[in-house]
């Protein structure tokens, strides 16, 4: 199992202490495999992309109106987060849903 986030991030923290045997993937030091990337935009589409994070607010509108798998690639911290890679299945933000197909309580 993978978690991409970033280590200051509450809600990642959360998640990790959740966890076991969990890889952390700190998105701003490493970056998301164009890989992961792709396939976490063809599951969540839009939703991918934080809106509501100080790096989006920070950036001009002609940035904004990029593609928003180019956005991620240069700005891996706009990513929703966590994203959470696990037996071929992915998981985005750590919401009741994703504890409960994590089998976390």
């Not at 989006?56 to 990513?79: S, Y």
Request: with cysteine.
């Amino acid at each position: 199992m993978r978690l991409y986030g970033l280590k200051t991030c509450d809600t990642c923290r959360k998640a990790l202490k959740s966890l076991n045997g969990v890889e952390f993937i700190d998105v701003r030091v490493q970056g998301v495999p164009e890989n992961v990337l792709s396939a976490a935009f063809e599951n969540f589409g839009k939703a991918l992309l934080n809106t509501r994070s100080t790096t989006w607010r920070g950036l001009d509108d002609e940035t904004r109106n990029r593609p928003v798998l180019a956005l991620l690639t240069d700005h891996p911290t706009l990513m929703k987060r966590p994203l959470i890679e696990a037996d071929g299945q992915m998981y985005l933000g750590w919401t009741p849903e994703t504890r409960q197909a994590l089998g976390v309580a």
